[in-house]
């Protein structure tokens, strides 16, 4: 292999850990939003999944890629409202409100496709129009989705660090009370907590569905969800670490994709298995050892009640 | 999902309404067949929507009407396998190698039921197994796949890591060897749970993640995975190999053949056997002499092959049927030579 080949080689892998850490990077930076104002939400994977779904749908049936990346921006947001609704204005246990919304999600996907398309949860191939193409690099897959994706954290980090509605937001998730006290309304900030994690969780979603791939198929955000909501906490609950942990998780996956099969010199060829387990086994080894303590919002999960 | 299509009553009446009129010197029984699909899902446009044509051909002649279930997990095969015997369903087809286990156990309590089990084999007298000579079928696109090549680098994205998997990418590696013996085969799996079946995002990935090494024609056992593959291959403008059922006409042009696996026959005559009373348990091996196995040329993939390919592999597939090149069988030995 000569140095160019290399080269190639480690900007291409680049180019797949960005494709592949991009819906993680997204719903990470939602979740961000909806933690700091204390709500947990572990129902990042159902929003992703309605995203997808409807986007996938959306786009099949109306063969727009827009259309259907609004389609899937408004079904996640239907979910963060639903959260909203049972954790903020009903109090409910935010941890259970979520569960609920994964399992709701990976319901009425399957059931809905089911009944529209009639092929077994999957909606139509989508061609031409219907998908987000590469912009400039096609081999990298390098979709609009890819650079918003990019351009989110430094603009999450600039709300929550750099304006009165981030400050508002870190108070909230850290001492409600004290926000109540100055006469700014809890539920509200919360709510638009809660909306701009559904709006990052749809456009996760909708990368999946009509980016990344060219239909929905059942469960196809496999755990990614639960991913980002593990960036979130590698992260510390702050945005640039959180990407990076995003980016640590693609990386680790693409080097599993890429190192299978090959022969490294002295240990011979790497079962397949203990390929896949890497990016698992070095989770571990990282949240043992390596990032220390995390801290979360303190009002975290702690439905906020006036007092009388 | 849990999509049960309830079984048609009206059958029996139909089949003493037919018996007398066909004449034919067998009466054709009045049956009511099931299939229990595996976790890939009826729409895999692979192998199990290869079982759903044979059941659509058979409805389609005869009018019987055919009960489907498609588990969502594992956990669901002996459930319904069960439910459908209990209802007397009969023959009952199972698809998958991963059903082996639970039809050994329900077969055993319905001893007067008749099961089908595709690419596995249950040894009872109630059960005919049917498995398929794939290694054979591989060899061939094996030999189209390296005759396509430009690069020499060939790609195969396997679904859940298991032998049966291994004696297609055996079978594929030993096709590409007779043809081009300095071409290279990189080859990936999706997982090793049946999830692997189903995560098209991740076949897609793998196939990425070949072309980014150099590969030009990759090769999908890997039921819906290998819908992601093929996309990829579509999307970057390389050629795919299709698996099971004809994949060619996904993405014409794209696709450069598909290694067709006659399972549509499987349930098509286990069917018409009971119908015509005489079906028989025991064990069938189906390969390339029987046109069990073979690759696709149609329409759609016309202008992919040339008429050197055409003539190369036809030598490949005379060899083998005449007994010249054996093709290693992965699961003989469990090794790959």
């Known amino acids: 292999m ?197 709006l990052f969780s749809g456009l996760a979603g909708a990368y999946l569905s009509i980016a990344e791939n060219a239909e929905f198929s059942r469960d196809m955000t496999a755990g990614q969800g639960f991913i980002a909501l593990a960036a979130i906490i590698f992260g510390k609950w702050r945005p640039f670490p959180a990407f990076g942990a995003c980016l640590l998780f693609g990386l680790l996956d693409e080097v599993a994709i890429r190192l299978q099969g090959v022969r490294v010199p002295g240990v011979g060829e790497v079962p397949v298995q203990l390929i896949q387990a890497l990016p698992y086994l070095l989770t571990v080894f990282l949240l043992a050892g390596l990032i220390g303590r995390a801290v979360a919002p303190k009002a975290a999960g702690v439905a906020y009640e006036k007092e009388r | 999902m849990k999509s049960l299509i309830p079984p048609l009553v009206v059958l029996a009446a139909l089949g003493t309404l037919i018996a007398p009129l066909a004449g034919s010197a067998r009466a054709q029984t009045a049956i009511k067949p099931a299939i229990v699909y595996s976790t890939g899902g009826k729409f895999d446009k692979s192998f199990n929507e290869g079982v759903s044509q044979g059941a659509q051909k058979f409805n389609k002649e005869t009018g019987i009407a055919v009960a489907e279930f498609e588990p969502n997990n594992e956990t669901q095969f002996e459930q319904a396998q069960r439910r459908f015997a209990q209802r007397g369903q009969d023959p009952i087809v199972a698809v998958g190698f991963s059903q082996a286990v639970a039809l050994e156990k329900v077969a055993k309590e319905f001893p007067n039921t008749r099961f089908t089990i595709i690419d596995s084999v249950v040894n009872l007298p109630n059960v005919q197994s049917t498995v398929f000579k794939e290694h054979e079928g591989s060899f061939l696109v094996g030999v189209l796949a390296a005759l396509a090549s430009k690069t020499g680098k060939i790609g195969f994205v396997g679904g859940m890591d298991i032998p049966l998997i291994r004696r297609f990418q055996c079978g594929f590696e030993q096709g590409i060897k007779w043809a081009n013996p300095k071409a290279e085969l990189l080859a990936n799996m999706t997982g090793t749970t049946p999830a692997a079946w189903n995560d098209p995002g991740r076949g897609a990935e793998l196939a990425k993640g070949q072309f980014d090494r150099g590969v030009d024609v990759v090769y999908a056992a890997a039921g819906s995975t290998g819908i992601g593959v093929l996309q990829a291959a579509a999307d970057s403008g390389k050629l795919s190999i299709g698996v099971d059922s004809n994949q060619n006409h996904l993405h014409p042009g794209s696709v450069l053949t598909s290694m067709l696996k006659r399972v549509d026959l499987a349930a098509y005559n286990s069917f018409k056997a009971a119908q015509m009373g005489n079906w028989k348990g025991g064990t069938q091996v189906l390969g390339l002499k029987d046109g069990s196995v073979d690759w696709a040329l149609d329409k759609d993939n016309e202008k992919l092959i040339t008429p050197e390919m055409k003539a190369k592999v036809d030598e490949a597939k005379g060899d083998i049927e005449s007994g010249k090149v054996v093709v290693h069988d992965y699961m003989s030995d469990n090794s790959c030579k």
């Not at chain 1, 291409?12 to 990470?28: E, G, I, S, W, Y």
């Not at chain 1, 104002?37 to 997808?52: F, P, Q, R, T, Y």
């Not at chain 1, 919304?101 to 219907?130: D, H, K, M, S, Y």
């Open chain 1, 2 to 198: 000569s140095i160019d080949d290399v080269a190639s080689l480690i900007l291409l892998t680049l180019a797949a850990t960005l494709r592949v850490a991009t819906p993680l990077v997204l719903a990470a930076m939602g979740g961000l939003f909806s933690e700091k104002s204390g709500i947990i939400d572990v129902g990042l994977e159902g929003k992703m999944l309605m995203a997808a779904f409807f986007a996938a749908a959306t786009a099949a049936v109306t063969d727009s890629a827009w259309l259907g990346l609004l389609a899937g921006i408004v079904a996640a947001e239907a979910l963060a409202l639903l959260h909203g609704f049972a954790c903020i204005t009903w109090r409910g246990n935010q941890v259970v409100s979520g569960v609920a919304i994964n399992i709701l999600a990976a319901g009425l996907t399957v059931v809905l496709g089911t009944a529209w398309f009639n092929r077994g949860g999957q909606t139509p191939a989508l061609e031409g129009a219907g998908r987000l193409r590469p912009l400039f690099l096609p081999g990298a897959g390098d979709n609009i989705l890819v650079y918003v994706a990019l351009l989110s954290v430094p603009l999450t980090w600039w709300i929550i660090e750099r304006t009165r509605f981030g400050l508002r937001l870190r108070a909230v998730g850290e001492m409600p009370l004290a926000v109540d006290t100055a006469g700014i309304s809890v539920p509200w900030l919360r709510y638009r907590a809660v909306l701009l994690c559904g």
